[in-house]
T-cell receptor
Framework: GQNIDQPTEMTATEGAIVQINCTYQ??????LFWYQQHAGEAPTFLSYNVLDGLEEKGRFSSFLSRSKGYSYLLLKELQMKDSASYLC??????????WGAGTKLIIKP | ETGVTQTPRHLVMGMTNKKSLKCEQH?????MYWYKQSAKKPLELMFVYNFKEQTENNSVPSRFSPECPNSSHLFLHLHTLQPEDSALYLCASSEQGTGGTEAFFGQGTRLTVV
């Protein structure tokens, strides 16, 4: 079967760095997405990785290792507004998105 | 504002009611989706429409009935729902067919079945 695993909840301090991990087992691989979802709002696109390595976009970076079926989202200089759920999704061989359950990130002052 | 609009934002319905959820996108995308989001569970893909044709129906009970009259509008008709159907229903659109294209989501309809 297809499976995406990520931690249910994480807590971090304002100004710090946090890494959210995602491991996957899917039928084929056409890329991995990270989305951010604030409570009561729509998920919004953060990043896309299809090749191994690190993609940096401002305070956020995303890493992919296809051989290990592993990705992480790295958030630097955390701000209170970063409190949200972070969703990992893999595009399978049929270009369908397989979603993780999301990681709720709590930022404390 | 993501370019995908859903109405209503909140809906409370009894198990014998019939209601419809509406989704509209003006992004020129060729694919639209209905997802169900329950607490602490992955997003569940319910239906996919590509160029108005339904291409996916992931074993969704018949009490959920989708309709896609054109490439910009998508409906989810609901009837005789169960309390376990209470969830956030999200609509999304994308340019399907090539990898790596992001999906744009509406803000969802929070459905409560009583």
């Amino acid at each position: 079967g297809q499976n995406i695993d990520q931690p249910t909840e994480m807590t971090a301090t304002e100004g710090a760095i946090v890494q959210i991990n995602c491991t996957y087992q899917t039928s084929g691989f056409n890329g991995l997405f990270w989305y951010q979802q604030h409570a009561g709002e729509a998920p919004t696109f953060l990043s896309y990785n299809v090749l191994d390595g690190l993609e940096e976009k401002g305070r956020f970076s995303s890493f992919l290792s296809r051989s290990k079926g592993y990705s992480y989202l790295l958030l630097k200089e955390l701000q209170m507004k970063d409190s949200a759920s972070y969703l990992c999704a893999v595009e399978d061989s049929n270009y369908q998105l397989i979603w993780g359950a999301g990681t709720k990130l709590i930022i404390k002052p | 504002e993501t370019g995908v609009t859903q109405t209503p934002r909140h809906l409370v319905m009894g198990m014998t009611n019939k209601k419809s959820l509406k989704c509209e996108q003006h992004l020129g995308h060729n694919a639209m989706y209905w997802y169900k989001q329950s607490a602490k569970k992955p997003l569940e893909l319910m239906f996919v429409y590509n160029f108005k044709e339904q291409t996916e129906n992931n074993s969704v009970p018949s009490r959920f009935s989708p309709e896609c009259p054109n490439s910009s509008h998508l409906f989810l008709h609901l009837h005789t729902l169960q309390p376990e159907d209470s969830a956030l229903y999200l609509c999304a659109s994308s340019e399907q067919g090539t990898g790596g294209t992001e999906a744009f989501f509406g803000q969802g309809t929070r459905l409560t079945v009583v």
